[in-house]
């Protein structure tokens, strides 16, 4: 009888520490970023950290925070923007805080429903988020591209899309964050698009805009623009520009702006190119990511390497975390791809 009563106990206990085990495992898994595309991704200059939000994975649209910590991704527990794709998001240096402007509430593509965009700006700030209310604002949109001008101490942002029953129409407006004010700036510059790469070049110490999706989609060589803005006024480079690239990925750090992936016209690819000298120049790389676009990339200042992570290439939806180091790239962390479901998009 004791005998029993003790083999009792002992299966009472291990059937506790088995449930203790699920359940950590649980918690693990619910830590797991996995995959992920049309997320947003900012470098902290003070934190010294990378940052992720919202997105979708392959069957769902986000609303939750990351940072890299070392060379894992951990979640930043915090209230604040709703879930959405195609946010616009950067350090705002000079006032100390991550802002995120719009977005759309579906997971892929346009929808019938306006309502889907957003055009809410949000600040990060003392590890809390906070709804700025504001008069004067862009409109809803998604896809528009915003970048922090160290110069000049302001946020930019320029163009996205918005929907017209079942309609892209595309934008080609320029506006101004200065503190908590939204103001439009009257300056001609690049047609209406949305999808571009926006970095501040840290040698022509100018803003740079680079392609995207025009009204007219024009691909193929010689297509690619390039333009600089000083805060003021937007100008076309006299260069020889390489083939237009919609939705690619690419920030400025140790010299140049890196970009990476994007559609041309016909598909996702996986070329890695530099401006430096205002040229551009195609990198031939190996190893080197899979073709992707809808992918992040920030220039991780205090690990002197560029951060690359996700995106998808039409079927899949990518979750391996790449690094960009001394011209080669180098994989940091590995994540299975995963197919993404039927949305309806």
Not at 88 to 117: H, Q, W
Not at 174 to 196: F, K, M, Y
Request: proline share 3%; hydrophobic share 35%.
């Amino acid at each position: 009888m004791k005998f029993r009563l003790l083999l009792t106990k002992k299966f009472h206990l291990l059937f506790i520490i088995f449930n203790m085990l699920c359940c950590l495992y649980c918690y693990s898994q619910s830590q797991k970023l996995g995959v992920r595309n049309a997320h947003a991704m900012v470098y902290h200059k003070k934190a010294k950290k990378v940052f992720l939000f919202g997105g979708a994975d392959e069957k769902e649209v986000k609303s939750d925070f990351w940072k890299l910590k070392g060379e894992k991704w951990k979640q930043v527990k915090a209230n604040g923007p709703t879930a959405r794709t195609f946010p616009a998001m950067v350090y705002d240096e000079k006032n100390d805080r991550i802002i995120l402007f719009g977005g759309n509430r579906v997971l892929f593509g346009k929808s019938t429903s306006a309502d889907n965009l957003l055009n809410d700006t949000w600040e990060f700030k003392n590890k809390k988020w906070r709804k700025i209310a504001m008069e004067t604002k862009p409109s809803p949109r998604a896809e528009a591209s915003m970048v922090y001008d160290p110069v000049r101490g302001k946020v930019y942002l320029f163009g996205g899309y918005y929907i017209d029953g079942e309609a892209y129409i595309k934008l080609g407006d320029t506006w101004e964050l200065d503190g908590n004010n939204w103001r439009q700036i009257d300056a001609e510059g690049p047609s209406a698009r949305h999808g571009v790469l926006l970095s501040f070049e840290g040698n022509l110490q100018q803003i740079l805009l680079f392609g995207g999706s025009t009204v007219n989609r024009d691909y193929g060589e010689d297509t690619g623009e390039s333009w600089t803005f000083d805060g003021t006024k937007w100008t076309k480079l006299p260069i020889h520009q390489p083939a237009n690239i919609f939705n690619s990925s690419g920030t400025f750090g140790n010299g140049i702006i890196l970009r990476f992936g994007g559609w041309n016209g016909e598909g996702r690819i996986n070329e890695s190119w530099a401006f430096r000298d205002s040229q551009w120049e195609q990198m031939t790389l190996s190893p080197a990511p899979e073709a992707r676009n809808h992918s992040g990339l920030v220039w991780d200042e205090k690990n002197d390497r560029f951060v690359l992570y996700g995106g998808h290439d039409g079927k899949n939806i990518f979750g391996d975390t790449w690094v960009f180091r001394g011209n080669e790239w180098h994989l940091l962390l590995d994540q299975p791809m995963l197919e993404r479901v039927g949305n309806g998009h």
